[in-house]
């Protein structure tokens, strides 16, 4: 059973900066690309930040040269690290990788159960 737990969402003022992590736990053969969505209250999920198993990142336009993705390997663990928070940014936080367990080894999406983010004075 593989599963995704975040950490780190809480309150900041604008102008602030939040780390988010999201730890993968279980019997775990591989894990592809790591990535992170939102989605603010009476809106789309949307996709924030994704993290290649090379490494390669691409952002959503409107965090882009804020927001960092990065992982660890060793540890199946994604970041985001989030600066110069606006109010806009405000949202649950959701994790997603695509992993592949050792019951079965082929690749599946898991998503971990969210984390608030709330910018505001």
């Known amino acids: 059973q593989v599963q995704l737990v975040e950490s780190g969402g809480g309150l900041v003022q604008p102008g602030g900066s939040l780390t988010l992590s999201c730890a993968a736990s279980g019997t775990i053969f591989g894990i592809d690309a790591m990535a992170w969505y939102r989605q603010a209250l009476g809106k789309e999920r949307e996709l924030v930040a994704i993290i290649e198993s090379d490494s390669s990142t691409d952002y959503l336009d409107s965090v882009k040269g804020r927001f960092t993705i990065s992982r660890d390997n060793v540890k199946n663990t994604v970041y985001l690290q989030m600066n110069s928070l606006k109010p806009e940014d405000t949202a649950v936080y959701l994790c997603?990788?695509?992993?592949?367990?050792?019951?079965?080894?082929?690749?599946?999406?898991?998503w971990g159960q969210g984390t608030q983010v709330t910018v505001s004075a």
């Open positions: 997603n990788a695509i992993v592949a367990p050792y019951t079965d080894m082929r690749y599946w999406p898991y």
